[in-house]
């Protein structure tokens, strides 16, 4: 059955993949953007994650033209690395803002939708760093933790109206993201990840669409890494 599917952050890197990963199985799918265009063939709604007007503003546009999102994909996120000692208060908050708060706040507001319609799915996606740890990325890490906390409560709160909320924590992705990393730490990261290589954005879009489908219905509040085995046992 198609779905009304909403991807934050849908017109680039990871969330585009997902995004298209939902579309070509027939669903009707809207990404936001911040900036530029929408992506060509999908659904296009301009949103900022930290401004809690601008997602309602989003979520009714959506409705207007595809009705309630039943899937929810809370992928909008941003990095701003730098260590302990030297990271600003501004530089953890603006992060934690971003990757966090801006996951609840298009949680809360895609909830009463779900809630009316007694079904629902949201997929937030985290990172190997939010368990995993990583030096620079203490901001980012504890967005990325976080994020675990949050679809475990929805669980608790939601899970008896048949609405799921799962968390996606990828590895290394070959995206604008990873572009960024200095050659050299490229390779020391590769070392350690047992699959040898980083991901395809494709690749995280297949647990995604999985954790929609009918076939998961039963899986709730779960860590679901899909790093190459970068993670494992944590
Ligand atoms: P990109 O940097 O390629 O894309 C990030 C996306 O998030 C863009 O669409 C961007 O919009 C959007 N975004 C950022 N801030 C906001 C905001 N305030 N409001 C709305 N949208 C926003 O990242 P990736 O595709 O690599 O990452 C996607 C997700 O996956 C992120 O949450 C990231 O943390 C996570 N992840 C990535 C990994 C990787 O190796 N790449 C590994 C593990 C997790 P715009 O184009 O306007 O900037």
Redesign the pocket.
Known sequence: MARTVLV?????????AIAQAFAKQGDRVAV?????DAPEGLFGVR????DSASVDAAFTAVEAELGPVEVLVA?????DDTLLMRMTEEQFVRVL???LT?AFRCAKRASSKMLRARWGRMIF?????GLYGSPGQVN?AAS?AGLVGVARSITRELGSRNITANVV??????????AALPEARRADYQKNIPAGR??A?EE?AGAVTWLASDAAGYISGAVIPVDGGLGMGH
């Open positions: 934050t952050g849908g017109n680039r890197g990871i969330g585009l936001t953007h911040r900036s530029g949103a900022d994650v930290t992928n909008a996120g941003v990095t803002d971003t990757n801006g996606i985290s990172s190997v760093v980012y990325k924590a990828p590895g290394f992705v070959e995206t604008d993201m990873t980083f991901a954005p995280i």
